[in-house]
């Protein structure tokens, strides 16, 4: 491999034909397409029962099944009624809250299929039903109506379906029904084909209503009409399709949000097959899934945060700049960046150690080089003396290596996870491809999850601050692992395997910090997750800004990506407008491939230095606004990086608007994500209300209006909102794990504001309303300074 090249660049020349592992979007195909397939819909209710927050139903159902037919030319499948296929069905409805309901089912032992579950697919969900709920339920000869304290359930009899309205009889949410013979809407039914079974669902979708969420999505941020692979993999590049963080969960601009509470394989159809239906299919025996009523996207991001968990704020330390690349291949090469970065006065509170710091590049034994990384204790410690942190590269693959120590002990005590041969699993020795020999740590395996975790816990006593959790997504479906099923485990296994090294952390430095890249629901409980390697270009850009802006949609508050982008070499402009970008993301890193191939600023000429020095400080003023914000964002579930779609749900521009978004509660970021040649001005939207130009403090009084900014290689068009009360530190250079002092406040007139401050030291709070300020808990008065008056 090339010293620069990107590692998972196939570099062999053999023309001779050799298999590869082909991996299908979803099984679940197999159920639409195929010939002969039974589908098993409810129909009648028969029976109900109430207990608590729980209403359990059985239906009838009526069998159907999906054939290949033909009209003249065209080909289609079809539903086709079997009089003498009927049956039961079990559905539970329970209530989370008096806004969330819980629908599951299954056609028998619904009970009895859930239990049946590895424990490990409950990791999901963290959260639990509230016990002192005032449910009503009424009963007609047509209805069961169904009554919390802000929304109502009406669930027809015959035909069975469910339908649920807010307390002002506005419909948020209703089961989508097929309307003609053919097969392109699969609604609630239980599927079966060739001792094979599945369960889809769903819901209807009105002509303008749009849909966000489903985790990291480079492609697109609005997901109606969009192909989903909802299987996670190395995306390599952030202009695909590919994503390393698939999330089952989205929201409706209509009020309410979906989450999906599988670990099984899932096929999305959101308005794809059909436009008006928003449908799941998962490759399961059973359906599990939540509705959250809104209405807002924040209160949607809030109580589905209550299900499957909050992020906790990273250290201050973590908010500071990382720098990196791939790799630093020795003590003295660490040296030489800090010295530089500190010499150049340029703010930094992280060094990262990638693929190199073992005795072998990319054999990852948790072991320092004794030749290249002797002595660690004593340079962690003369790098803290500097304001610098160290993170530690790692996956979760062992090369089966003898002078690999884990590879031993690991096939020792059978940590790995298993071929049908029952030895370790590996792709035939004939498949062609990068890292294939590697072995899979099967942290389903308790045993493993405590061996390899107390290895992560002496590396953060020695003095290292962070683990980058990388890889993680790719792990194969047809293995063996010792407590789950392979399929199940797929998506599911990042989430473990981050919580293994995010718990092992934790319970040396008490603080809530990983570097991770792979995830799904949950995930968002063990920040930080990073957008992957991206690639060297105006597109790997973009996408990278979509990707954050998706991934904030779907309950991770906080994001960050690689600096420059990964695969390749980035210009000068394309690493300058990354950078600014870059820190203003919620966390700021300088990453890319290749031992030689620098991120750090001055190797981009003296013009990119000056300004990612400039921006870079800028932040590093900002932190006590960023990190309230962080805290906030922790007790909301609202991302620091947000879609306005968030903030400004009723305007319709924004719901396509994919390039701009809020830095927290104040700021409006227009990241340049093309270069000056093409042209020398950003077109951006302004939501109503009044805005003013950090720059030049120019005033907008918007009514939702797009405007042209022209601009600088030195300008990214950030814009502040009325009203906003920002706090600056003093400039420094290193957080040494602390906000520290406020230097002063900014205020921005135009409507009234609040700033509830609290960075675990200072606790102030400042409001401002009708252009009077009130201060309360501060000792000593800060400078204030007033721009839109």
């Known amino acids: 491999m090339a010293n620069n090249d990107f590692p998972q660049r196939f570099l062999k020349n053999n023309k001779e034909k050799q298999p590869i592992i082909r991996r299908p979007l979803c099984d679940l195909s197999d159920f639409k397409d195929d010939d002969q397939v039974l589908f098993v819909r409810p129909y009648k209710i028969l029976d109900t029962q109430l207990d608590h927050n729980r209403l359990h139903i059985i239906c009838s159902t009526k069998g159907f099944w999906n054939q290949t037919v033909q009209t003249h030319e065209t080909q289609m499948n079809q539903f086709i009624a079997d009089e003498d296929l009927e049956g039961t069905m079990e559905i539970e409805i329970s209530f989370w809250s008096d806004s969330i309901f819980r629908i599951r089912y299954a056609e028998n032992n619904l009970y009895e299929k859930i239990e049946a579950q590895s424990p490990l697919q409950k990791e999901m969900i963290v959260g639990k039903p509230e016990s002192d709920l005032d449910i009503h339920i009424e009963s007609t000869e047509e209805k069961l109506i169904v009554k919390t304290g802000l929304i109502e359930l009406r669930i027809s009899k015959e035909p069975f379906n469910i339908k649920a309205y807010d307390h002002e009889n506005n419909l948020f949410y209703e089961q989508r029904k097929y309307e003609l013979f053919t097969s392109d809407t699969f609604d609630m039914s239980i599927a079966k084909t060739n001792n094979k079974t599945a369960c889809f669902e769903a819901l209807s979708m009105t002509g303008d209503e749009e849909i966000f969420g489903l985790g990291e999505r480079f492609d697109y941020v609005g997901r109606r009409g969009k192909q989903v692979d909802f299987w996670n993999k190395d995306a390599i590049g952030t202009s695909n399709t590919r994503t390393y963080i698939n999330v089952p969960f989205w929201f409706s601009t209509r009020g309410y949000g979906l989450f999906l509470n599988s670990t099984a394989k899932t096929e999305w159809e959101i308005g794809t097959r059909e436009f008006c239906s928003a449908s799941v299919g998962i490759d399961d025996e059973f359906m599990d899934y939540f509705i959250i009523y809104g209405p807002s996207p924040s209160e949607i991001l809030y109580k589905y945060s209550t299900i499957t968990g909050f992020a906790p704020t990273p250290p201050v330390w973590s908010f500071g700049l990382w720098m990196s690349r791939n790799s630093y291949i020795s003590w003295d090469v660490v040296h030489e960046v800090a010295d530089e970065i500190r010499s150049k006065d340029i703010p930094c509170d992280v060094l990262h150690l990638d693929t190199a710091w073992f005795e072998e590049d990319w054999n990852c034994d948790l072991r320092f080089s004794k030749e290249r990384f002797d002595n660690p204790e004593y340079h962690l410690k003369k790098l803290k003396e500097q304001g610098l942190n160290i993170s530690l590269w790692q996956y979760n693959f062992i090369p089966p290596k003898d002078n690999n120590v884990n590879y031993k002990e690991a096939l020792e005590k059978d940590y790995f996870a298993l071929g049908q041969d029952g030895n370790p699993y590996q792709y035939p020795k004939n498949v062609k491809g990068g890292w294939i020999d590697d072995l899979v740590i099967d942290f389903s395996n308790d045993d493993a999850v405590e061996w390899y975790g107390q290895q992560i816990e002496n590396l953060i006593t020695m003095g290292n601050a962070a683990i980058k959790v990388d890889f993680g997504e790719g792990i194969p479906e047809d293995a063996i692992y010792k407590n789950i099923d392979g399929s199940k485990f797929h998506n599911l296994y990042s989430l473990i395997y981050t919580k293994v090294i995010a718990d092992a952390t934790y319970n040396v430095s008490g603080e809530n910090i990983v570097w991770a890249r792979s995830g799904t629901a949950g995930s968002q409980r063990y920040p930080i997750h990073w957008g992957g ?156 209300g009044t805005w003013i130009d950090y720059w030049t403090k120019e005033i907008i009084h918007s009514r939702g209006q797009w405007i042209e900014k022209y601009i600088d290689l030195e300008t990214m068009p950030i814009y502040v909102k009325g009203g906003s009360i920002i706090p600056y530190g003093v400039e420094k250079n290193s957080t040494k794990n602390e906000i520290g002092p406020i230097d002063h406040l900014e205020i921005y007139m135009g409507n009234d504001g609040l700033l509830d401050y609290d960075d675990n030291t200072t606790k102030f709070n400042v409001t401002l309303k009708s252009s009077e300020l009130n201060f309360n808990g501060l000792d000593t008065m800060p400078t204030v300074n007033k721009y839109g008056l």
């Open 533 to 688: 390697d991206s690639q060297c270009s105006w597109a790997g850009l973009a996408g990278t800004v979509k990707g954050a802006l998706s991934i904030g949609l779907s309950g991770f508050p906080f994001y960050a990506h690689d600096i420059g982008g990964f695969i390749g070499r980035p210009s000068s402009e394309l690493y300058i407008r990354w950078a600014q970008f870059g820190l203003f993301s919620s966390h700021s890193r300088c990453h890319g491939c290749g031992n030689d191939n620098s991120r750090e600023p001055w190797s981009f000429g003296p013009e990119a230095e000056s300004i990612f020095k400039k921006y870079a400080k800028l932040r590093y003023q900002l932190l006590p606004y960023i990190y309230n914000e962080a805290k906030k964002s922790s007790q909301t579930g609202k991302p620091i990086v947000r879609s306005l779609v968030i903030d400004y749900p009723k305007d319709r521009q924004v719901w396509t608007i994919e390039n701009q978004y809020l830095f927290g509660d104040c700021l409006l970021i227009a990241p340049v994500l093309e270069p000056m040649e093409n042209k020398s001005y950003r077109t951006l939207y302004l939501p109503e």
